[in-house]
């Protein structure tokens, strides 16, 4: 029997009529509650969850053109999408990687690097945030060094303005 997929649903807080907060299990959307009655739950029911603040989609958007940037600017990256290329950064840095030591005998020590998801559903934004400024001083150190970090960031903002990514 295969594990039921996990549901990621954008709940909201709710104020009673005398203002106060309450803690309620609330869809954000219809969507959301759609989601939740496909899933069998209804008003009453009593759940276990992993409540996370959702990150910030701009943010997100802006991290993806970090990806597309350097697709399009930077031999080792051609040809990827923005996704691929900011997964390939995120190998290439190592920033938000495990690393495993492994020794062979007679060899010496191998070392593996595993990129860690960067879904919403596994990535806090302010762990997310510091991916992709180390993302950023990467790809000034390594591919760009007369730009500074942040005019790395400000070049993939400026395509996010302009509708690019």
């Known amino acids: 029997m295969s594990k039921a997929q996990p549901i990621h649903l954008r709940l909201t807080i709710l104020r009673d009529d005398d203002g106060n907060k309450r803690a ?3 869809a954000a ?3 959301d509650a759609t989601a939740m009655r496909e899933r069998g739950y209804k008003p009453g ?3 276990r969850n992993d409540m996370k603040a959702p990150r910030n989609l701009g943010f997100h958007r802006l991290a ?3 990806g597309g940037l350097v697709a399009e600017h930077i031999d080792r990256y051609e040809g990827m999408g923005q996704h691929q290329a900011l997964k390939e950064l995120q190998f290439y840095s190592g ?3 495990d690393v495993t030591r492994t020794e062979i005998p007679g060899v010496g020590i191998l070392e593996s690097k595993q990129p ?3 879904s919403f559903a596994e990535m806090e934004q302010g762990r997310f ?3 992709v400024a ?3 001083e990467h790809i000034a150190r390594e591919y760009w060094p007369q730009c500074t970090a942040e005019q790395v960031e400000q070049m993939a903002d400026a395509m996010v303005s302009k509708g690019e990514a």
């Open 24 to 26: 309620a299990w609330v």
């Open 116 to 118: 860690r998801s960067l």
């Open 29 to 31: 959307s219809a969507t």
């Open 95 to 97: 920033i938000e990687c």
């Open 64 to 66: 993806h053109a970090i």
């Open 129 to 131: 945030h510091e991916f």
């Open 45 to 47: 029911d009593i759940t």
């Open 134 to 136: 180390g993302v950023c």
